[in-house]
């Protein structure tokens, strides 16, 4: 069977990773988080100072950058990567809400985009992977075989997000995920570096209110007309 790269891009908290981690399971494909990767940034700034006045340092996070490494290890426990900084798991600390307040003003930075996007397309040499972000079928793979764009109501995402959040054993109230998801939506459609758009030939998903299994039996469709044409 022919191998291909599948995109799936869309809003915050929509479910794409998990439909994409289990859509790759499925096919036997990797599944690569690249909104970890901005996280990833995120944590390292966080932790390095460079967030003088909560501003970004971008002088010195454009110097640091070389130095940050980003990997992903399979974790057999969760059937997901977990993602590394520096050789360190940090898996637990990219999803909290600090690092969700930061990511989006970091991503939205061009030195930063341009040094993981040709990241993610070493990744995606091989062919036979499923990538979700906001950017993978417009810039990061404009040509992959297989693009599906994700959305649902910001008041269904807040919801999701919380009860992530809230299964994980972390405190989380649903203003403040509906404050966030409407605020990173808000910056990251509205960037000059490679806003959030659905490429024009993109399949438009919206869950809203369709369950994991309807979604998975959905895409899993969209990718055997794909490989099977
Ligand atoms: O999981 P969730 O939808 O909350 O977000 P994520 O995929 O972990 O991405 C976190 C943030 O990284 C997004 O809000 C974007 O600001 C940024 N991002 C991006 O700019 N480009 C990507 N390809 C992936 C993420």
Redesign the pocket.
């Known amino acids: 069977m022919k191998k291909i790269i599948i995109a799936i891009?869309g809003?915050?908290?929509?479910g794409?990773?998990t439909m994409a981690k289990d859509l790759a399971k499925e096919i036997g494909y990797t599944y690569i988080?690249?909104?970890?990767?901005?996280?990833a940034v995120a944590l390292y700034c966080m932790r390095h100072h460079l967030l003088p006045d909560g501003r970004i340092d971008e002088e010195n996070l454009r110097a640091a950058l070389p130095a940050i490494h980003i990997s992903f290890v399979f974790n057999p426990e969760t059937g997901k990567p977990d993602t590394y900084l520096n050789g360190v798991n940090v898996e637990k600390e990219i999803r909290g809400m600090e690092v969700?307040n930061l990511?989006?003003p970091v991503?939205?930075l061009g030195f930063v985009?341009k040094t993981l996007v040709e990241k993610?397309q070493e990744m995606g040499k091989a062919k036979g992977i499923v990538m979700?972000?906001?950017?993978?079928g417009t810039v990061?793979f404009p040509a992959a075989e297989l693009k599906i764009f994700v959305t649902a109501s910001p008041e269904v995402r807040a919801k999701r997000?919380m009860d992530e959040l809230i299964a994980k054993g972390e405190p989380a109230s649903y203003e403040e995920a509906l404050e966030n998801?409407v605020k990173?939506d808000y910056?990251?459609s509205n960037r000059e570096e490679?806003p959030?758009r659905q490429a024009e030939d993109a399949l438009v998903l919206d869950n809203s209110s369709m369950s994991i299994a309807e979604q998975k039996a959905w895409l899993l469709a969209q990718y055997d007309n794909v490989v099977k044409a």
């Open positions: 891009d809003f915050s908290s929509c794409k990773s988080d690249s909104g970890a990767m901005y996280r969700a990511v989006s991503a939205a985009r993610q979700d972000g906001r950017d993978i990061v997000r998801i990173r910056i990251d490679s959030l």
